[in-house]
């Protein structure tokens, strides 16, 4: 089988990323971001997706945080995208229901080339330490547009915002895991109209 590898270097006025992503992967990988929270969801997400991640990443947080999660957002979106191929002989969709504590969120995900972010989560935190909460959000809808992905995620219940924001990172590793996942029974693409 062919390795199912992306990657890209994006360097703006604002940021300056380089991101490695192979689907086939054990989790591992090394990330250097200049934003810590960021950093440790996306330690999650490649753990519990089982994809070797790399990402060195250097930004202007001198102003905030949202340049930098917004471009790498991109990246792993760009990165997944080519990692995917054609698609061929994937599940296509994912879904993964994560506990955490106090917090349940569900993530569910369908590989169809038409990009959407559906968000059903309250926050009750602005910031987690320095980070802005609402960037999650930001992130995701990056990554949905740039991988031509539709995801869906709505958080049940929880109090905790730090322990919302980690179950709906570990639930989409989980759910973009099985999406990406290859099943014997597919032959082609996983669409009646022949593509995706």
């Known amino acids: 089988m062919t390795a199912r590898k992306g990657g890209v270097e994006r360097n703006t006025g604002e940021t300056a990323i380089a991101l490695s992503l192979n689907l086939d992967g054990e989790g591992n990988g090394s ?15 490649r753990k519990h997706g089982q994809f070797d991640l790399d990402v060195k990443a250097s930004g202007d947080t001198e102003v905030d945080d949202h340049h930098s999660t ?3 957002g991109i990246c792993l979106g760009v990165a997944l995208k080519e990692a995917l191929g054609n698609k061929e002989g994937i599940r296509r969709y994912g879904d993964a229901f994560v506990p955490m504590d106090d917090a349940l969120a ?5 590989l169809s080339n038409r990009p959407h972010l559906e968000w059903r989560v309250e926050l009750p935190q602005a910031k987690v330490g320095h980070f802005d909460t609402e960037l999650v959000r930001e992130f995701l809808a990056k990554l ?4 031509r ?10 109090w905790n915002t730090h322990h919302i924001i980690e179950a709906i990172f570990k639930a989409l590793g989980r759910a973009l895991r099985e999406a990406v996942s290859l099943d014997p029974r597919v032959k082609g693409i996983p669409s009646t109209k022949g593509m995706l």
């Open 106 to 110: 569900h993530v569910v995900i369908d």
């Open 31 to 45: 990330l250097e971001t200049p934003v810590p929270f960021l950093t440790h969801m996306l330690d999650l997400f």
């Open 70 to 72: 917004e471009d790498i």
């Open 149 to 158: 992905m539709n995801v869906h995620v709505n958080v049940h219940y929880g």
């Open 144 to 147: 949905a547009i740039e991988a």
